[in-house]
């Protein structure tokens, strides 16, 4: 079955196997690396403990990758922060702050809902930098919101916050390929309000299940390099929660493509 940690075990032994180099999203933005290479990115949603297992493993075999945090109380773990940092890998702010704001303002204008989030962005950066350092971002998609977390880069700076980059605005998607579970599928761009790429998506394959992935990779055939994202609490061995996720993301997905369709 897929969406099980053993599933995700092959996959990061195939790309072992392949000699693909693994990649944090600062680093890669930093180096700008060439040859095979994968940028592992974590969205760490809910289930937090979750994403400590797949740190660990990871860590195990001597790699690191990224884990992005919500500040919400389902993602945001203080104690977990710490344990997958030290274990080399990076952490970063997975940010949602014109959602957070836009929602209680609905008679205000963009600008004024932006000042008042550039504030709490800052502020919720400053939690985290208070655990451990932080030099990326993430938005988070909030796919019921009816704004974009990214405008706050309409009229902010985010490098003025000492952030190296964010991944949607500072890779090269027309050179690296964009992989995510969304939908709990990696082709579920119909699911997608905004965790997608909009530049050229159509020159990479795409990949209905984890192990189309790894048949690409054995064949030779997967893109050089790609960043993929995982959300870890799709991703269990236990029976009762592997259905438990199979249903609840169905339901949202039913409720996805309904907006998609009349947005």
Same mark, same amino acid.
């Given at each position: 079955?897929?969406?099980?940690?053993?599933?995700?075990?092959?996959?990061?032994?195939?790309?072992?196997?392949?000699?693909?180099? $693994?990649?944090?999203?600062?680093?890669?933005?930093?180096?700008?690396?060439?040859?095979?290479?994968?940028?592992?990115?974590?969205?760490?949603?809910?289930?937090?403990?979750?994403?400590?297992?797949?740190?660990?493993?990871?860590?195990?075999?001597?790699?690191?990758?990224?884990?992005?945090?919500?500040?919400?109380?389902?993602?945001?773990?203080?104690?977990?922060?710490?344990?997958?940092?030290?274990?080399?890998?990076?952490?970063?702010?997975?940010?949602?702050?014109?959602?957070?704001?836009?929602?209680?303002?609905?008679?205000?204008?963009?600008?004024?809902?932006?000042?008042?989030?550039?504030?709490?962005?800052?502020?919720?950066?400053?939690?985290?930098?208070?655990?451990?350092?932080?030099?990326?971002?993430?938005?988070?998609?909030?796919?019921?919101?009816?704004?974009?977390?990214?405008?706050?880069?309409?009229?902010?700076?985010?490098?003025?916050?000492?952030?190296?980059?964010?991944?949607?605005?500072?890779?090269?998607?027309?050179?690296?390929?964009?992989?995510?579970?969304?939908?709990?599928?990696?082709?579920?761009?119909?699911?997608?309000?905004?965790?997608?790429?909009?530049?050229?998506?159509?020159?990479?394959?795409?990949?209905?299940?984890?192990?189309?992935?790894?048949?690409?990779?054995?064949?030779?055939?997967?893109?050089?390099?790609?960043?993929?994202? $995982?959300?870890?609490?799709?991703?269990?061995?236990?029976?009762?929660?592997?259905?438990?996720?199979?249903?609840?993301?169905?339901?949202?997905?039913?409720?996805?493509? $309904?907006?998609?369709?009349?947005?």
């Amino acid at each position: 079955m897929d969406f099980t940690l053993d599933t995700w075990i092959s996959l990061i032994d195939t790309f072992r196997y392949r000699n693909y180099k $693994f990649y944090k999203v600062s680093d890669f933005i930093t180096w700008r690396p060439v040859g095979s290479t994968v940028i592992l990115r974590h969205d760490v949603d809910s289930r937090p403990d979750r994403s400590l297992a797949f740190a660990r493993h990871l860590s195990s075999l001597g790699i690191t990758g990224t884990f992005y945090f919500r500040i919400t109380d389902g993602s945001y773990n203080e104690h977990i922060i710490k344990d997958i940092y030290s274990q080399g890998h990076e952490i970063g702010y997975h940010y949602e702050d014109v959602d957070l704001i836009g929602r209680r303002y609905y008679d205000k204008t963009e600008p004024d809902i932006l000042n008042e989030a550039i504030e709490s962005f800052s502020n919720n950066l400053n939690k985290i930098r208070s655990v451990v350092p932080v030099t990326s971002i993430c938005m988070h998609g909030s796919p019921m919101s009816r704004f974009d977390n990214r405008l706050l880069w309409k009229y902010y700076d985010y490098h003025d916050y000492h952030i190296i980059g964010e991944p949607y605005l500072d890779i090269d998607f027309s050179q690296v390929a964009y992989y995510t579970d969304t939908g709990r599928m990696w082709d579920g761009g119909s699911f997608s309000i905004r965790d997608r790429t909009d530049t050229h998506v159509a020159d990479f394959k795409k990949y209905h299940s984890t192990k189309d992935i790894i048949n690409a990779l054995n064949s030779g055939l997967f893109p050089e390099q790609s960043m993929l994202t $995982f959300h870890p609490q799709r991703w269990t061995n236990e029976p009762l929660s592997w259905i438990k996720e199979l249903i609840w993301q169905n339901m949202k997905n039913g409720v996805k493509q $309904f907006i998609v369709k009349m947005f």
